[in-house]
């Protein structure tokens, strides 16, 4: 099977592609309304990539857990407190306005579980990415932020946000947001948004995303301190909002691993399944579908 999906990729092989995993192929399972969610909790953020200087922080953060600056992650400076960044989404991706919105009274979409979060950590600044799409004339993050401005009144219909001030949570949210303009994928968004909390001295970091785009996220920032490390030295956590792509959720997210438990079967290393899995996203648009045909063919074959 992995030979012949080897050489199937050959064949459709382009010179010219760029690798785009914001380019996935949709998933099968419907979102459960909001009638049927549990009352949302207050927000939770997971550490996914410990500091640089090796300090002790909780695996799992709740909210109003601050935590407390180390001089070796914060500098000679002092502590800047929070750093949050809220990973755009593509202005003509399906289900926009729920995935960033949310559905009240307890499904919070990407821009009120922000405020939530920034609110309850005392966050020193909001980062709204990206320059990746535009929409009546502004980019991506200017048109979430417009939306989140338009919609401030609203957030009152969400049960988790009534034990926030939102007046005064507004006048924190104009003077902490920052509009990233120009990043044009998660790789450069995640950099970009490490470099302004590092600028404003933040000790840790917190991605916001839905759970369907979280994990890459996770994964872009984690790339980012491995090739250099000094970009940001706290800690990074993840803060997933209730919301999904449209028609997916969590369990539709597939995480692909290289090779490295010791009771694999090693002689399959050479055709390494991760990196097969890699360059179905080079394959040309005006082929894909072809090669997708194919590959169901093969997978049926092979009784997948």
């Known amino acids: 099977f992995l030979k012949k999906l080897s050489a199937g990729l050959k064949l459709c092989r382009h010179p010219q592609a760029v690798l785009n995993m914001n380019a996935g192929y949709g998933g099968t399972q419907t979102p459960k309304a909001s009638s049927e969610l549990a009352p949302v909790r207050h927000t939770t953020s997971f550490l996914v990539c410990a500091a640089a200087a090796k300090f002790q922080y909780p695996i799992k953060k709740r909210a109003g857990d601050l935590l407390k600056a180390h001089p070796e992650t914060t500098g000679e400076t002092g502590a800047g407190g929070t750093g949050i960044l809220v990973h755009g989404c593509h202005l003509s991706a399906d289900g926009w306005e729920h995935i960033v919105w949310g559905r009240p009274p307890h499904e919070l979409g990407r821009l009120p579980h922000a405020v939530l979060l920034a609110w309850e950590d005392k966050a020193s600044v909001v980062i709204f990415g990206t320059g990746a799409s535009e929409k009546d004339g502004l980019k991506e993050s200017e048109y979430t932020l417009k939306y989140l401005w338009d919609h401030w009144d609203a957030l009152a219909e969400f049960e988790p946000l009534h034990r926030v001030p939102l007046d005064e949570a507004e006048k924190m949210m104009r003077r ?13 968004e995640a950099l ?16 916001v995303s839905s759970p369907t785009h979280l994990p890459r996220c996770l994964s872009c920032a984690c790339k980012v301190i491995e090739n250099d490390a000094t970009i940001f030295t706290g800690p990074i956590y993840a803060s997933p909002s209730d919301t999904c792509y449209d028609g997916a959720n969590a369990g539709d997210v597939v995480v692909v691993e290289p090779p490295h438990r010791g009771d694999r079967d090693k002689s399959l290393d050479a055709l390494k399944f991760h990196e097969l899995v890699r360059r179905t996203y080079r394959v040309p648009k005006d082929k894909k579908s072809e090669f997708l045909v194919k590959l169901q063919g093969l997978l049926e074959e092979y009784d997948a």
């Open 176 to 188: 902490i947001s920052v509009l990233d303009t120009v990043t044009q994928n998660t790789d450069q």
């Open 192 to 207: 970009e948004g490490l470099k302004v909390m590092s600028s404003k001295n933040c000790h840790h970091a917190v991605f």
